[in-house]
């Protein structure tokens, strides 16, 4: 049985960083599209980013150049990391893994976590 997990969130002031961390048993993550999307209450599910087993990284616009995606193969965790944070990123933040990447997203989105909520104060 698949579990993922994911950890790292809290509050922080707009401006602020936080790392997001990941990890799944009976999944290897190297062998998935695997990243992070979003969802705010009241809001649809947004793309965050994925990483895909290539190496590639796909990151949505609105993150662009603020959050960063990595993994740590032998410990089979992903994390993003999370840089100058606006309020507008305050959102439940899950992990997932799929088959590839599309639109930043890993898809299909085989399995995810309860997610981890990220708030962000002005």
């Known amino acids: 049985q698949v579990q993922v997990e994911e950890s790292g969130g809290g509050l922080v002031q707009a401006g602020g960083s936080l790392r997001l961390s990941c990890t799944a048993s009976?999944?290897?993550?190297?062998?998935?599209?695997v990243g992070w999307f979003r969802q705010a209450p009241g809001k649809e599910r947004e793309a965050v980013s994925c990483l895909f087993w290539t190496g590639s990284k796909y990151y949505a616009a609105s993150v662009k150049g603020r959050f960063s995606i990595s993994i740590d193969k032998v410990k089979n965790t992903i994390y993003l990391q999370m840089n100058s944070l606006k309020p507008e990123d305050t959102a439940m933040y899950y992990c997932?893994?799929?088959?590839?990447?599309?639109?930043?997203?890993?898809?299909?989105?085989?399995?995810r976590g309860q997610g981890t909520q990220v708030t962000v104060s002005s």
């Open positions: 009976g999944l290897t993550f190297d062998d998935h599209g």
């Open positions: 997932a893994a799929g088959d590839y990447c599309e639109d930043s997203l890993p898809t299909p989105l085989n399995y």
